[in-house]
Antibody
Framework: EVQLVESGGGLVQPGGSLRLSCAASGFTFSSYAMSWVRQAPGKGLEWVSAISGSGGSTYYADSVKGRFTISRDNSKNTLYLQMNSLRAEDTAVYYC????????????????????WGKGTTVTVSS | DIQMTQSPSSLSASVGDRVTITCRASQGISNYLAWYQQKPGKVPKLLIYAASTLQSGVPSRFSGSGSGTDFTLTISSLQPEDVATYYCQKYNSAPFTFGPGTKVDIK
């Protein structure tokens, strides 16, 4: 069974840092793009960041660029989100989500829609 | 960046009704469009990708269409368990933006 389990959320003061983790199982982790998506209380879904299967390509929403860093350890089947300079508006449930992939010939293509989601971890930024 | 809009923002329909939700991209995105369902208090669930491909296990009353800038999600016969907020998402290139959502409930 494909499973994603997030951890690392909590209460942090404005300007502080947190590192979220997402442990993946049930699929060949290194073959798939992964994303972080957040949802502020009572609000819609906001795409935050994504990374290719190899980790060689990373993408960020403008709202977090320069403050958040996405990374992955394919030997540990784990995705990370390092969050620095946190603001009140970063308060949200953070979801880890699996993307998709296709191989044509010798080229692997990554697709950044999300077919499996974790249950989320809550980040609260408040003094 | 390409902006995603959805209409309506909310709707109320009767059980058995045909429901249509529209998603519009500010520039063409080919068919790189996904639809998600999020029930109250639950994790989002993928319904459709590539604009019209039904994800495995999703009931056939859900369908998607469109290409370029205009897309639709249709529920052919609304059921009580379909009460949820529905989001579209573009994934042709970063940023992989979601639409603002359409809340569907039962009249």
């Amino acid at each position: 069974e494909v499973q994603l389990v997030e951890s690392g959320g909590g209460l942090v003061q404005p300007g502080g840092s947190l590192r979220l983790s997402c442990a993946a199982s049930g699929f060949t982790f290194s073959s798939y793009a992964m994303s972080w998506v957040r949802q502020a209380p009572g609000k819609g879904l906001e795409w935050v960041s994504a990374i290719s299967g190899s980790g060689g390509s990373t993408y960020y929403a403008d709202s977090v660029k320069g403050r958040f860093t996405i990374s992955r350890d394919n030997s540990k089947n784990t995705l990370y989100l390092q969050m620095n300079s946190l603001r009140a508006e970063d308060t949200a449930v953070y979801y880890c989500a699996k993307g998709n992939t296709m191989v044509r010939g010798v080229t692997r293509y990554y697709y950044y829609y999300m077919d499996v989601w974790g249950k989320g971890t809550t980040v609260t930024v408040s003094s | 960046d390409i902006q995603m809009t959805q209409s309506p923002s909310s709707l109320s329909a009767s059980v058995g009704d045909r429901v249509t939700i529209t998603c519009r991209a500010s520039q063409g995105i080919s068919n790189y469009l996904a639809w998600y369902q999020q029930k109250p208090g639950k994790v989002p669930k993928l319904l459709i990708y590539a604009a019209s491909t039904l994800q495995s296990g999703v009931p056939s009353r859900f369908s998607g269409s469109g290409s370029g800038t205009d897309f639709t999600l249709t529920i052919s016969s609304l059921q009580p368990e379909d009460v949820a907020t529905y989001y579209c998402q573009k994934y042709n290139s970063a940023p992989f933006t979601f639409g603002p959502g359409t809340k569907v409930d039962i009249k």
